[in-house]
T-cell receptor
Framework: DQQVKQNSPSLSVQEGRISILNCDYT??????FLWYKKYPAEGPTFLIS?????DKNEDGRFTVFLNKSAKHLSLHIVPSQPGDSAVYFC??????????????FGKGTKLSVKP | EADIYQTPRYLVIGTGKKITLECSQT?????MYWYQQDPGMELHLIHY???????EKGDLSSESTVSRIRTEHFPLTLESARPSHTSQYLC?????????????FGQGTRLTVV
C-alpha cells in the first residue's frame, strides 16, 4: 500500500518552460515533505522541503506547494534547464509518530528538459 | 556538501558469497538508514538506527543485517548473496529522529549477484 504516490513516471519539457512534478500522499500523520533529485548511479540529493504548517516554500528556481486538504504537493521548476534532467523523488515523514520519523518515498518522476 | 560515503560503488559477486557494504558519515548524525532501490521503483527502507547499539528493521523485509558499533559507521551484511539481492543500496543519515531535518545520502552501492 503506497503511502506516497507519484503517478507520472516521466515528464518532458522544453528548456526555459515550467516543470511541474506532482505527488500525493495518503497518511494524514505526515507533516514534513521533501523533494530529492537523483542522477543514475548516484545517491539522491536534497532539493527543497516544506512543513505542514506552510503551503509554499521557495528556493531560487524551485518552489514547493502543499495542499493539506487534498494531501497533494507539487514541485515547480522555473525556468527549467537541461541540467535539471534527472529523477525527482517526493518523500514524506511524520515527525511525531507517523512512519517513526522515517522518510517514505514515492516511485519518482523522470524529468527530461529538452534544449 | 554531505559527508557520507559508501564503498564499494559497484560490486559483482557470485551466489553464496558473504558481502559487507560499508557506510560512513562524518557529520555526527545520530540516525542512519539503509534503503534499497530497483530501477523505476521507490526507495524502500530496509534498516535504520537511532544511534550506537540501536538497529531496527524497516518497511521492506530484507535478509541483510546491520550493526551500529560506532556513530559514524553503519555497515550492511549479506551472509549468503543471491541473485534476488541484486539492487542498488543507499545509505543515509540525518540529525535525529524528529525535527525538520533532511536525510543526506551516500553515492550508493550497485550490487549484482550472479
Amino acid at each position: 500500500d503506497q503511502q506516497v504516490k507519484q503517478n507520472s513516471p516521466s515528464l518532458s519539457v522544453q528548456e526555459g518552460r515550467i516543470s511541474i512534478l506532482n505527488c500525493d500522499y495518503t497518511n494524514s500523520m505526515f507533516d514534513y515533505f521533501l523533494w530529492y533529485k537523483k542522477y543514475p548511479a548516484e545517491g539522491p540529493t536534497f532539493l527543497i522541503s516544506i512543513s505542514s504548517i506552510k503551503d509554499k516554500n521557495e528556493d531560487g528556481r524551485f518552489t514547493v506547494f502543499l495542499n493539506k486538504s487534498a494531501k497533494h504537493l507539487s514541485l515547480h521548476i522555473v525556468p527549467s534547464q537541461p541540467g535539471d534532467s534527472a529523477v525527482y523523488f517526493c518523500a514524506a515523514m511524520g515527525r511525531y509518530g507517523g512512519s517513526q520519523g522515517n522518510l517514505i518515498f514515492g516511485k519518482g518522476t523522470k524529468l527530461s528538459v529538452k534544449p | 556538501e554531505a559527508d557520507i560515503y559508501q564503498t564499494p560503488r559497484y560490486l559483482v559477486i557470485g551466489t553464496g558469497k558473504k558481502i559487507t557494504l560499508e557506510c560512513s558519515q562524518t557529520m555526527g548524525h545520530d540516525k542512519m538508514y539503509w534503503y534499497q532501490q530497483d530501477p523505476g521503483m521507490e526507495l524502500h527502507l530496509i534498516h535504520y538506527s537511532y544511534g550506537v547499539n540501536s538497529t531496527e528493521k524497516g518497511d521492506l523485509s530484507s535478509e541483510s543485517t546491520v550493526s551500529r558499533i560506532r556513530t559514524e559507521h553503519f555497515p550492511l551484511t549479506l551472509e549468503s548473496a543471491r541473485p534476488s539481492h541484486t539492487s542498488q543500496y543507499l545509505c543515509a543519515s540525518s540529525e535525529g529522529s524528529s525535527g525538520n531535518t533532511e536525510a543526506f545520502f551516500g553515492q550508493g552501492t550497485r550490487l549484482t549477484v550472479v
